[in-house]
């Protein structure tokens, strides 16, 4: 059965650190780009961060870039997020999505367009707050 499921969400404190990670099966992980996805309340779901499938090409959001690392470790079928000095404004549900292209690249947004990923994950709460 085809699935992406997210974990290591949870509340933390401001500045503190959180590493989500996301684990594949069903399908031929090794070959798919990764885009993390947060959703706040009453806001749409943007893109954060992607990586290609050999983990060589990244890409971040300005708002996370220099805090948030993403990688991936294709014999455990598992990419991270690694969020570093967590803002109150990171409260999100954060999504991994994956996409069986070239979507992923060192510039621009194209990691950006939710509507060309194949597979999501449920999502995982994270929560910053003193």
């Known amino acids: 059965q085809l699935s992406l499921v997210e974990s290591g969400g949870g509340l933390v404190q401001p500045g503190g650190s959180l590493r989500l990670s996301c684990v594949a099966s069903g399908f031929s992980f090794d070959y798919y780009a990764i885009g993390w996805f947060r959703q706040a309340p009453g806001k749409e779901r943007e893109g954060v961060a992607c990586?290609?499938?050999?983990?060589?090409?990244?890409n971040y959001d300005a708002i996370v870039k220099g805090r948030f690392t993403v990688s991936r470790d294709n014999a455990k079928n598992t990419v991270y997020l690694q969020m570093n000095s967590l803002k109150p404004e990171d409260t999100a549900v954060y999504y991994c999505?994956?996409?069986?292209?070239?979507?992923?690249?060192?510039?621009?947004?194209?990691?950006?367009?939710?509507?060309?990923?194949?597979?999501w994950g449920q999502g995982t709460q994270v929560t910053v707050s003193s």
């Open positions: 990586i290609n499938s050999s983990g060589g090409r990244t």
């Open positions: 999505a994956a996409d069986y292209s070239e979507i992923c690249q060192e510039h621009g947004d194209d990691y950006k367009q939710r509507f060309e990923y194949d597979y």
